[in-house]
């Protein structure tokens, strides 16, 4: 991470308009012996000031190799200097087609293995798992309905020249043919034997499917290896630990009747090679939201977890460029982020909001220990960036990792 005590390179790609934003801050005022170089290939950037060198590989190619990017006059003295360097080529393919989420149906492959990740203590036998399919967005019920009954081919004519499609006995026989068919409104996807139905941030199983795992209404130490052991302390899920480690892997769900574990608390062999972090399944749901609902401010909010000590620290968060790249001279080379604004408030606060009429933000949920540790990432991303632009306002500036 960035330091005050050393000068730093920050770049980042703006694929909209073709260009790299260059910044370089510096410890001293630039003088003569600040130079910045520019690589032969075109891909790497070097920072020569008072005798250090630092250096930085650059998210994309510029067409400026073996050359020295000149010093506005009006920052000749600062410690801040930026450029904007154009591209050499096309924008690299990979970043272009960032939106595809972590680990889809088609990364596993039949009868995969899943584990703990932090202790690999097995959870899903090699071979159960002989189907992978991937669930459907959050609002995929109400859409087929809505399609049912509105096509613009479809209308219930009795020959009297009048739609009777929405009148009380239509709809109610509607109401059933939809759910006969397994997605009118009230329908819900149950976890299957032998199926691993996959979210933005979990997979699901059937309780049968999974071992060495302990249910709990709260903490590890209360819990049970046998779910019919405890009584439901609520309608709508339990705490799901590792047997071996501890570790909370997810939880079962009494409304799917699944065990759904978190993405990020285990493993399983996939076509595409890592296993994705908590910061990479929240920014594909951020993705997901946005394209939903048009709307860039979310509250990640805290699932409450009974027995849990966790402080209910809720993020406020407000999407400034959904698909960046960035390079950083302090440890970061090419990494494609979720560029946004955030703050913490406190749950009091985020129920005030998501209550108002004029609440623009959409609701997520995470367990509070994940929180935490996005908003430990989006801190520790905030000093990658050039000093001046950490904060807005009341707003610290961070980037989410995808």
């Not at 005022?29 to 930085?56: F, M, N, Q, W």
């Not at 994940?370 to 950490?390: C, F, M, T």
Request: net charge negative; with cysteine.
């Amino acid at each position: 991470m960035s330091s005050s005590s050393r000068c730093s390179l920050y770049a980042e790609l703006l694929a909209n308009i073709r260009q790299i934003s260059l910044v370089a801050s510096l410890t001293s005022p630039s003088d003569a012996s600040t130079r910045i170089a520019v690589a032969a290939d075109g891909s790497t950037i070097e920072l020569t000031h008072h005798g250090e060198v630092h250096k930085i590989s650059l998210p994309a190619k510029i067409p400026l190799g073996s050359t020295l990017l000149p010093i506005d006059q009006r920052q000749k003295g600062t410690t801040a200097l930026s450029w904007r360097l154009p591209l050499a080529d096309t924008v690299p393919q990979p970043y272009l087609s960032a939106d595809a989420p972590p680990w889809s149906a088609t990364d596993f492959e039949v009868g995969a293995q899943v584990a703990c990740r932090n202790c690999n203590a097995v959870v899903v036998e090699e071979g159960t798992a002989k189907v992978w399919k991937d669930l459907p967005s959050e609002n995929w019920a109400e859409m087929m309905e809505f399609w049912h009954c509105h096509k613009p081919d479809h209308h219930h004519d009795d020959g009297s020249g009048l739609d009777h499609s929405h009148d009380e006995h239509s709809g109610k026989a509607d109401e059933k043919s939809l759910a006969a068919r397994g997605y009118g409104a009230s329908s819900i996807i149950s976890a299957q034997p032998g199926v691993g139905f996959v979210d933005l941030t979990t997979i699901l199983f059937t309780e049968g499917d999974c071992q060495s795992i302990t249910y709990s209404n709260s903490i590890f130490e209360q819990g049970s290896s046998n779910r019919q052991d405890l009584p439901s302390a609520n309608n709508r899920s339990m705490n799901v630990f590792c047997s071996s480690c501890r570790t909370q892997l997810g939880f079962y769900v009494f409304r799917t009747a699944a065990v759904t574990l978190l993405k990020w608390q285990i493993s399983c062999k996939s076509t595409s090679g890592s296993a994705p972090g908590i910061t990479e399944c929240l920014a594909a749901t951020i993705i997901s939201t946005i394209s939903r609902s048009a709307s860039s401010k979310s509250l990640i909010m805290p699932i409450n977890e009974t027995g849990s000590d966790v402080k209910q620290t809720v993020i406020y968060a407000w999407v400034l460029n959904a698909n960046i790249v960035y390079s950083s001279s302090n440890g970061a080379s090419g990494t494609p982020a979720v560029k946004l604004l955030y703050q913490r408030i406190s749950r009091e606060e985020a129920d005030k909001m998501l209550e108002a009429v004029t609440c623009e933000a959409q609701e997520i949920n995470l367990p509070a220990m994940a929180i935490e540790r996005v908003i430990e990432h989006l801190d520790e991303s905030n000093g990658l960036l050039p000093e001046k632009e950490r904060l807005f306002k009341e707003w610290r500036v961070g980037l989410l990792t995808r």
